[in-house]
């Protein structure tokens, strides 16, 4: 394994990230279900916080390159939010993050939405920067 390779691996895992939330009334749509702009938001934060763990570099989101909503999340439930970074280039890395769905009293806790989210990491003059210094 390269000292590239190694050092990856290392952050990789250093970086990834969790976080809980709580389906409120309030970020909920007219379904009673989480609504999915909420979802995304609360994605690209997590997807964020393991980016930037990984790199320790101002970052950017450029795109998302998909979000499967693969079952709705009522009103009253956890959502537990788990980012990991799943590849990386030059300047510019992916990271992966999954939601799963808790019900509050039963213990039950499954995969409900997914997403990948690119980042591009910002030198001084907001250009783009290597995200690791070798």
Known sequence: ??????????????????????????YTNHHNTLFGGQAMAWMDDIAFVAATRFCRKPLVTISTDRIDFKEAIP??????????VVSVGNTSLKV???????????????????GTFSFVALDADRRPTPVLDL
């Open 75 to 84: 009103s009253g439930s956890f959502c537990e939010l788990v980012a990991e």
């Open 1 to 26: 394994m390269t000292e590239r390779e190694q050092l990856i691996a290392q952050r990789k895992a250093q970086s990834k990230s969790f976080q809980t939330k709580t389906v409120f009334p309030g």
């Open 96 to 114: 992966k993050v999954d939601i799963y769905l808790e019900n509050m009293y039963e213990d039950n806790k499954h995969h409900a939405i997914s």
